[in-house]
């Protein structure tokens, strides 16, 4: 079909540009991912097993049963999950993408984004916020009365909402947008929230319901600058899915790490995963917190880069890169311009006026990665590698450099090439 990689790439990459991404409801996870049925649990990155998880990712699973109500305290949950009770999926294996830890569970609310220019779904939790949250290890009853709240009274005002907008929300708009105001859609999202909330207020106000869970909802929308990166999560999951249907490009469809391996796909190499030791993030810390205190590399959020934002895009949001640690604006224009080296093409859609306008980063190219060295810039949140402290500071991580070399080694090996 194709006679040449760069065919094949550049197929790859219009199936991504052309890619329409629309939030159309939220719902439980149960009702749209059937392999939820039972004691299951999804989590981020390549597949993995309880002995392997670092200690956040377990305490996010001890949150989670104890949200299911499958145990009646940590003790109960714990003794559970080390029994082996309890059945892992990596979210990516069931169209699904989920931050930090990633632990998703039947009865957490998902959004539904659906690419409608090729007809696939993808989801993802909702954002809980800052501080004690389930994605960074923490399960205290504040973490668990919050889920509660998502479960029974967001995720409800949301999809009523959702559902009186015609066909759903245009995710690219609010992207095309946001990416103007100073958003790169991986540690910096409050331009996109505050567009999200923008196009759903109107709505808000003439749903059937009472005026006090009105203003619950908006107070935490308005509250909630990061809300808008799980819906990019998906939208970008979404988009790369599609991008997956193209055999033989080399092009990265899938970049996520679950605490222990870092983990890449390839658009010619199909459900492989190319997986190698995880590196831990380095940036700034919250007060009292310092680098001995992070955690190993984890989330699936790294979706983002995939897609071309996220650190790919930190020229875009000069106003971030301090919080990142990726010094000033100089810097984040050298990141953006070194990502380039490794990428085949730009993205018109979303057009940085920081980089006079060019359009951001798209397509990792393993090749590229190989000949070069230069390897993906991840900005990522930073959990503690102790569970329930939740997290401490944020920064930025390579993805090792052995993913790439794998992948290449294995796409030479399928074209019959002798390595």
């Excluded at 939820?36 to 649990?41: H, P, Q, W």
């Excluded at 999202?189 to 203003?215: C, G, M, Q, R």
């Excluded at 880069?305 to 990726?326: D, I, K, L, N, W």
């Excluded at 951001?360 to 060295?373: H, S, Y």
Aim: net charge negative.
């Amino acid at each position: 079909m194709y006679s040449t990689i760069d065919e094949a790439n550049q197929a790859v990459i219009e199936k991504i540009k052309n890619s329409q991404p629309f939030l159309l409801d939220v719902v439980p996870a149960k009702s749209v991912i059937p392999e939820l049925n039972g004691k299951v649990l999804l989590h981020a990155g390549p597949p993995m097993k309880w002995d392997n998880m670092t200690d956040p990712m377990k305490g996010s699973c001890v949150g989670a049963v104890l949200f299911e109500g499958w145990a009646a305290d940590e003790t109960e949950a714990r003794k559970m999950l080390e029994g082996g009770e309890v059945q892992f999926i990596p979210c990516h294996h069931v169209s699904a993408v989920g931050p930090m830890g990633g632990i998703t569970s039947a009865n957490m609310p998902v959004l539904v984004v659906e690419n409608k220019e090729h007809g696939n779904r993808a989801y993802c939790t909702m954002n809980e916020g800052i501080g004690k949250v389930l994605r960074f290890g923490a399960y205290s009853e504040e973490v668990i009365n919050r889920l509660n709240w998502m479960r029974d009274v967001l995720a409800p005002t949301l999809s009523k909402v959702l559902k009186l907008m015609d066909g759903g929300l245009n995710v690219n708009v609010i992207i095309g947008k946001a990416i103007t105001m100073g958003d790169e859609f991986h540690q910096r999202n409050i331009a996109a929230s505050l567009v999200f909330l923008k196009e759903v207020a109107p709505y808000l106000t003439i749903v059937d319901l009472d005026e006090k869970t009105k203003h619950d909802v908006m107070k935490f929308l308005a509250d909630t600058d990061q809300f808008f990166l799980n819906i990019m999560m998906a939208s970008a999951k979404a988009a790369m899915d599609a991008s997956r249907t193209i055999e033989y490009g080399t092009i990265v469809t899938a970049m996520t790490r679950n605490g222990h391996e870092f983990g890449i796909r390839v658009a010619g190499l199909g459900d492989q995963w190319f997986t190698a030791p995880v590196n831990t993030p380095e940036g700034l810390f919250f007060t009292g917190y310092t680098q001995d205190d992070a955690n190993p590399d984890m989330g699936d959020s790294a979706i983002t880069e995939t897609f071309g934002v996220g650190a790919m895009a930190m020229v875009a949001a000069p106003g971030v890169t301090r919080f990142v640690g990726a010094g000033g604006f100089d810097d984040a224009l050298a990141i953006s311009n070194e990502m380039s080296e490794i990428c085949i093409a730009y993205n018109s859609n979303y057009a940085i006026p920081t980089w006079n306008f060019q359009g951001t980063c798209l397509g990792i190219d393993i090749r590229k990665v190989v000949e070069t060295g230069i390897t993906p810039i991840i900005n990522t949140g930073i959990a503690h590698k102790q569970a329930g402290v939740g997290q401490v500071g944020a920064g930025t991580v390579r993805v090792p450099f052995g993913c790439f070399e794998k992948a290449l080694i294995a796409y030479a090996e399928k074209m019959g090439i002798e390595v």
